[in-house]
């Protein structure tokens, strides 16, 4: 496996379900991300993990729960979701390095949960 | 304001054109610039990185203009298969703000 791989691909759930959401990178990198993407909205940023630890939360419902047990792992913990809560969810990852005195810190994507709430 | 702000789309254009997509941004201490691609249903990919001289990468040439707080991305040639969404990035103290994007339909 390379890049960020990302399971389930698709999850159907109802909101009295509980679900987890499972992110990996194998490009060794030490942040790692989860975005929302709602039909025709951008990006959201959900959660930041520098170093397995969560540095930004941005004012996401308890409802949607994080955890990083390790730099290569990034879990998304699901309940009591709402139906508005469906969506695309991307997990992403990046490492800032300094090369010819550039910062080099893009981030790269797994291809996302696609979560439909009934 | 937006931390991010792009052209709105879509953009029409005809196979073989030159397009042209503009971003602002709007902290001045912003450290890094991308542009990346999103096709229907997919995750973003990234096109190119920006940086302070402009770069170029076949078709594609990216350029970055800290003082007007402003980048572009201008593709040449436009193939059928450029027809995507692309997404303006900014990083600014470790936190990537994303633009809205801008849709590109190349027709035949």
């Known amino acids: 496996e390379t890049g960020v791989t990302q399971t389930p691909r698709h999850l159907v759930m109802g909101m009295t379900n509980k679900k987890s959401l499972k992110c990996e990178q194998h490009l060794g990198h030490n942040a790692m991300y989860w975005y929302k993407q709602s039909a025709k909205k951008p990006l959201e940023l959900m959660f930041v993990y520098s170093l397995e630890e969560r540095v930004e939360n941005n004012s996401v419902p308890s409802r949607f729960s994080p955890e990083c047990p390790n730099s290569s792992h990034l879990f998304l913990h699901l309940h009591t979701l709402q139906p508005e809560d469906s969506a695309l969810y991307l997990c992403?990852?990046?490492?800032?390095?300094?090369?010819?005195?550039?910062?080099?810190?893009?981030?790269?994507f797994g291809p996302g949960t696609r979560l439909t709430v009934l | 304001r937006k931390e991010v702000e792009q052209d709105p789309g879509p953009f029409n254009v005809p196979e073989g054109a030159t397009v042209a997509f503009n971003c602002t941004y709007s902290?001045?201490?912003?450290?890094?610039f991308f542009w990346y691609r999103q096709d229907c249903r997919k995750e973003p990919k990234l096109l190119m990185s920006v940086y302070s001289s402009g770069n170029e990468d076949g078709r594609f040439t990216a350029q970055l203009n800290r003082a007007s707080q402003y980048i572009s991305l201008l593709i040449r040639d436009s193939k059928l298969s450029d027809s995507a969404t692309y997404l303006c990035v900014v990083n600014s103290f470790n936190k990537f703000y994303f633009g809205s994007g801008t849709k590109l339909n190349v027709k035949p």
């Open positions: 902290n001045s201490a912003s450290q890094s």
């Open positions: 992403a990852s990046s490492q800032e390095v300094v090369a010819g005195g550039v910062v080099r810190d893009e981030q790269f």
